[in-house]
C-alpha cells in the first residue's frame, strides 16, 4: 500500500507593543509519501519519506524579554525511515526501524539574551528504534523499546558537535499483570542517558545527568459498565531529582517529583 499527503500553510503575524506594530508572514510546505509491504502475512516492511516545518508560536516570537524577535525563521526538515515489524509468535512481537532526520533552524531559547534563535547551522539525527512485546488477553504484557540517535551539527563553527538536549540512549521498560478480571497492575521503567545543555553548542558546559524513573498504577475495569477505566498510581516513585532541560550548565528546569494521580475515563 501507498500513502502520500500534501500541505501548505500560510500564517501571519502581528504583535502591538508600546513602541510599534510588527507584522511578517511567511508560507511553508510539508509532504509525506510511505510504502508498506507484508511478503508474508506476519511481517511487515516499511519505509517513509517527509518534509516538516514548525513555524514559530507567538511566545516563541516574544519570549521573555518583550520585544518580538522578528528574525526568527521556521525550523524545516527533511526525513527518512525504513523499518520492519515481525509476528515472532502468536504473542510475540518485535519491531526495528532506522531513520535518519536533517534539520534547519532549529528553534533554541538562549537565556543570556532571554529570547528563543535560531540553531546556527543544520543538524542531522541518525539512529534507530527497537522493540520487543509480548502479550496475551486478560493476563498481561511486556514490553521493551531501545532508542538510540546520534544527533550532531553538520556545518558550520560547530560542526560535529552534539546538538544540545538530545539524549543518545532511551530505554523503556513497560508491562501490566491482571490480578483479577477487573484489576491490573501497571509499571513502567524509563532510562535517559546525559544530554548536553540547552544552546550548549560548543559542547563545553556541564552535561544534564542521566536518570531512571519507575511509575506504578492499578487499573479498575469492571465488569458492569463496559467501557469504563478507573486508574490510581504514582509517578516517579522512588522521588528521583533530575532536571529534563538546563541552560549551559547553570540553569535547571527540575521534573516534578513523587507525583500521584487519579484519572477516569469512559469510552461509548
Do not use: M
Amino acid at each position: 500500500s501507498l500513502a502520500a499527503g500534501a500541505r501548505v500553510e500560510r500564517f501571519d503575524n502581528r504583535i502591538i507593543n508600546k513602541a510599534d506594530t510588527t507584522s511578517d508572514s511567511d508560507v511553508e510546505k510539508a509532504y509525506d509519501a510511505a510504502l508498506l509491504y507484508h511478503p508474508v502475512e506476519n511481517v511487515k516492511v516499511f519505509t517513509r519519506v517527509a518534509r516538516y516545518y514548525h513555524a514559530p508560536f507567538i511566545d516563541e516570537i516574544v519570549g521573555w524579554s518583550g520585544t518580538p524577535n522578528t528574525d526568527l525563521v521556521p525550523e524545516t526538515g527533511y526525513s527518512l525511515e525504513v523499518g520492519t515489524e515481525v509476528n515472532l509468535a502468536k504473542e510475540w512481537t518485535a519491531g526495528l526501524t532506522a531513520y535518519e532526520l536533517n534539520s534547519s533552524d532549529e528553534i533554541y531559547y538562549n537565556p543570556t539574551t532571554y529570547k528563543n534563535v535560531n540553531a546556527p547551522d543544520d543538524t542531522r539525527r541518525q539512529g534507530f528504534e527497537g522493540s520487543l512485546r509480548w502479550a496475551r488477553d486478560h493476563v498481561g504484557s511486556f514490553g521493551v523499546n531501545y532508542d538510540y540517535v546520534d544527533a550532531c551539527f553538520i556545518e558550520g563553527v560547530y560542526d560535529n558537535k552534539h546538538v544540545p538536549l538530545a539524549a543518545e540512549h532511551i530505554l523503556t521498560v513497560n508491562g501490566e499483570l491482571y490480578l483479577t478480571s477487573e484489576i491490573a497492575t501497571l509499571g513502567t521503567v524509563r532510562y535517559v542517558s546525559s544530554q548536553y545543555s540547552g544552546s550548549d553548542f560548543a559542547n563545553t558546559a556541564e552535561k544534564l545527568d542521566d536518570y531512571g524513573t519507575l511509575d506504578l498504577a492499578l487499573r479498575y475495569e469492571p465488569e458492569f459498565l463496559k467501557g469504563f477505566q478507573l486508574i490510581g498510581g504514582v509517578d516517579n516513585v522512588f522521588n528521583r531529582e533530575y532536571a529534563y532541560c538546563s541552560f549551559y550548565g547553570s540553569s535547571y528546569y527540575p521534573a516534578s517529583d513523587r507525583t500521584w494521580k487519579l484519572c477516569a475515563s469512559y469510552t461509548f
